[in-house]
């Protein structure tokens, strides 16, 4: 059984939003840190948000800061990422990762992360 599965990808116009969810099915996600990857087509793995376990501080990357925002509701052991204003170069599949927590400093390393979903494909047409 896959630790964590991801939801809500599809096909959107650019400039258009979306909202990727992340489920956790054996363990709960308010005791961890969760942040979201993606990787795209002949890419590598990008770490792009995280949401910190002690306080849901949140990170990001300088490509999605702005438009993307992370957020977790822990009644239903959910993280979310909402995307606004969706580009092209956006295109990707995305990944949810759980960590014991993450920083600044330290949430785009995928070494940090313990568990990992399966992705949910997101494709941004122009």
């Known amino acids: 059984q896959v630790p964590l599965v991801e939801s809500g990808g599809g096909l959107v116009q650019s400039g258009g939003s979306l909202r990727l969810s992340c489920v956790a099915s054996?363990?709960?996600?308010?005791?961890?840190?969760v942040g979201w990857f993606r990787q795209g087509p002949g890419k590598e793995r990008e770490g792009i948000s995280c949401?910190?376990?002690?306080?849901?501080?949140?990170h990001y990357t300088d490509a999605v800061k702005g438009r993307f925002t992370i957020s977790r509701d822990k009644l239903k052991n959910t993280v979310y990422l909402s995307m606004n204003s969706l580009k092209p170069g956006d295109t990707a599949l995305y990944y949810c990762?759980?960590?014991?927590?993450?920083?600044?400093?330290?949430?785009?390393?995928?070494?940090?992360?313990?568990?990992w979903g399966q992705g949910t494909q997101v494709t941004v047409s122009s």
């Open positions: 949401i910190s376990r002690a306080t849901s501080s949140t």
């Open positions: 990762a759980a960590a014991g927590e993450c920083s600044s400093d330290d949430f785009g390393d995928p070494f940090l992360y313990d568990f």
């Open positions: 054996r363990f709960s996600l308010k005791d961890y840190a």
